[in-house]
């Protein structure tokens, strides 16, 4: 099944890895904050397959938010 939160998820995901490996010191720390945003891109999928669009877009902002906070510290 492909939908549009499938390839917002995987793009936000894939934006989320090039980001660290080019504007990080690539610490080991850093990338455990980002597997935490990593999971929000998941579990937002998962709920968009079910049908919650409104929690789902709400945990991609968050996700967004929070990698974009943690790659500029």
């Not at 990338?31 to 709920?47: E, I, K, M, P, T």
């Amino acid at each position: 099944m492909v939908t549009l939160f499938d390839v917002l998820t995987v793009a936000c995901f894939a934006g989320m890895v090039i980001a660290f490996f080019y504007w990080t010191d690539r610490a080991p720390r850093k990338l455990a904050h980002l597997l935490l945003s990593g999971a929000l891109f998941a579990v937002a999928n998962q709920l968009a397959n079910v049908g919650s669009m409104l929690f789902a877009s709400i945990l991609i902002v968050a996700g967004i938010g929070y990698s974009v906070l943690i790659i500029r510290s």
